[in-house]
C-alpha cells in the first residue's frame, strides 16, 4: 500500500494536547440561527392532518387570527409548498416578502399576524413547486432562521396533508414543539388517516394539543335544521379513543367557503358568527394548555 494512501492510519503521528485540538463544531451555523430565532418564541404548534382538503389552512390562519385578537403576538408558517393557501385565507396574497440587515421581513396580516409562505415569492399564479424532500427540508430552515420572527407568544405552522417530509422536517427543526392540533373532518376516511397523525406525533414525542372537528355539520339557512353531511360527531369519537382533548367542532358553512375563495379573512370579516366565537374558545383553551 502506498504511503500516501489517504486511509492510511499513522500511529506514529504525533497528536497536539487534547484541549489544543481545533473543537469541531456540534451545530451548524444555520441551525444555531434556528434556534436563536425560535428562542424568541414561547409556543411552536403545528396544525396536520391526515388529509388533504379537511380545513387545516383555514383552521391554521383563523386560529392565528384568534389567538392575536386575544391580545398575543402570533407569526403562521406556511410550510405547505405545494398548496400555499395562507395569504390568501388571510386577504394578503400578492405582497412580497423583503429583507433588511436583521433577516427576511415577514408579511403584516390581520390583526398584526406575522405571515411567511412560499406562495410571496411565486412569479405567477400556475408556478408549480417542483421540490424533493430534502429541498423542502431547507426551505423550512429558512423560513424558521432567516425571517426575523422577533418576540412572538404563538407561532403556527400550517402543514401540508399526512406524515411525509414536512411533517418530519418540523418534528426535527422546530426546537422546542409545542405540540401539534389535528384537524379532522366527521368521515370514517378521515379519521382513519387521523388516527395516523396521532401515532405518528406519539413517535416523534410530540404532544397533541387537541383535535378539531371541521364540517362538522350544516345549518339549513330556510329552516335551521342540522344536516350531519359527513357523519356525527365522528371527529369527537375518534379524539375520545385516541384520549386527545376535542378544541372545537367548526360547522360547514358556504360563508367560509366563499371568504376563503375570496382572500377576506373570515375570523375578521364573520367577527360575530358561531365559528368565529368556536375559533375563540379553541385559542382560549389552547392558551389555558400552552400555559399549564
Ligand atoms: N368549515 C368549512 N365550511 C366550508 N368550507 C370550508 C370549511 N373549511 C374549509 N373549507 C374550504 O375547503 C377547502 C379546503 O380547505 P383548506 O383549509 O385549504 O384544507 P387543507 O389545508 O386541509 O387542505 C377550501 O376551499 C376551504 O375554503
Ligand atoms: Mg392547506
Known amino acids: 500500500m502506498s504511503s500516501n494512501n489517504p486511509f492510511r492510519i499513522d500511529n506514529n503521528v504525533k497528536r497536539p494536547p487534547r484541549d489544543l485540538r481545533k473543537v469541531a463544531p456540534q451545530v451548524p451555523a444555520v441551525d444555531l440561527q434556528i434556534q ?21 389552512s383555514f383552521v391554521s390562519s383563523n386560529l392565528a387570527m ?10 403562521i408558517v406556511d410550510v405547505d409548498f405545494h398548496g400555499p393557501s395562507v395569504p390568501k385565507m388571510l386577504g394578503v396574497r400578492g405582497q412580497a416578502l423583503v429583507a433588511d440587515d436583521k433577516g427576511i421581513v415577514a408579511v403584516e396580516g390581520p390583526f398584526g399576524v406575522k405571515v411567511v409562505s412560499i406562495d410571496f415569492l411565486l412569479p405567477k399564479d400556475d408556478t408549480p413547486v417542483v421540490w424533493r424532500g430534502a429541498i423542502k427540508h431547507t426551505a423550512i430552515k429558512q423560513f424558521l432562521g432567516d425571517v426575523n420572527w422577533g418576540e412572538l407568544e404563538y407561532l403556527i405552522v400550517d402543514m401540508p396533508p ?28 378521515s379519521t382513519l ?9 406519539r413517535t416523534v414525542n410530540v404532544k397533541i394539543l387537541g383535535v378539531v372537528e371541521n364540517m362538522s355539520y350544516f345549518v ?29 367542532q367548526i360547522p360547514i358553512d358556504p360563508e367560509i367557503a366563499s371568504a376563503n375563495d375570496q382572500g377576506e379573512p373570515f375570523f375578521m370579516r364573520y367577527a360575530g358568527s358561531q365559528t368565529a366565537k368556536v375559533f375563540l374558545s379553541i385559542a382560549e383553551a389552547l392558551i389555558k394548555s400552552t400555559a399549564g
Open 36 to 56: 436563536q430565532r425560535m428562542s424568541k418564541v414561547k409556543f411552536k404548534i403545528a396544525v396536520m392532518s391526515g388529509k388533504g382538503g379537511v380545513g387545516k
Open 66 to 75: 384568534a389567538l392575536a385578537a386575544q391580545g398575543k403576538s402570533v407569526g
Open 162 to 189: 399526512g406524515t411525509g417530509d414536512e411533517a418530519l422536517s418540523v418534528a426535527q427543526l422546530v426546537p422546542n414543539l409545542t405540540g401539534f392540533v389535528v384537524v379532522t373532518i366527521p368521515s370514517e376516511v
Open 193 to 201: 388517516a387521523v388516527r395516523r397523525s396521532i401515532t405518528f406525533a
Open 220 to 248: 339549513c339557512p330556510s329552516d335551521g335544521s342540522i344536516h350531519y353531511i359527513f357523519g356525527e360527531n365522528k371527529g369527537k369519537r375518534m379524539a375520545e379513543e385516541m384520549g386527545v382533548p376535542l378544541l372545537g
